[in-house]
């Protein structure tokens, strides 16, 4: 399984749109309705931008699925989601959700969890409404 969303994760960023920083990136995130995945897509307005794990959970909030219990994350050196995905993650997945951020080669460069990347996060449940 493990293997699989890894390969999800490298074919997707083969079609990331990043004519701005060449740095591709894909995510395969599996839900309670089945396997997400998204690219990054960049614009000639820098600040438009959308990260390929914002796409991924975009995708299956579209379709339906609001829970998500593993993400996987490919780049060319293994790098790991940056804050702003950090904190949508932690919206839709539980603490010990785990996230695989793999190298283009597949090797996998961080073994963590949304918790650990977002301790203390910002939920829906620290609202008072
Ligand atoms: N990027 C992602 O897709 N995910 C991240 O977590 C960090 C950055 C993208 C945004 C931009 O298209 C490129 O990588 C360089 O920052």
Do not use: W
Not at 16 to 33: E, K, L, Q, R, W
Not at 60 to 74: H, L, R, S
């Amino acid at each position: 399984m493990t293997s699989e969303r890894i390969q999800d994760a490298l074919d997707v960023r083969q079609r990331a749109y990043a004519p701005y920083s060449n740095y591709f990136v894909g995510a395969a995130i599996m839900t309670d309705a089945g396997v997400f995945v998204g690219c990054n897509v960049e614009n000639a307005s820098y600040g438009l931008c959308n990260c390929a794990e914002r796409t991924a959970v975009f995708s299956a909030v579209a379709a339906g699925a609001k829970n998500i219990t593993a993400v996987v994350v490919a780049t060319r050196d293994g790098g790991s989601p940056c804050g702003a995905c950090r904190q949508v993650l932690a919206e839709f997945a539980e603490a010990d959700c785990p996230v695989l951020c793999v190298n283009e080669s597949g090797i996998i460069t961080l073994e963590t969890t949304v918790g650990a990347l977002l301790p203390h996060a910002f939920t829906p449940r620290n609202l008072t409404r």
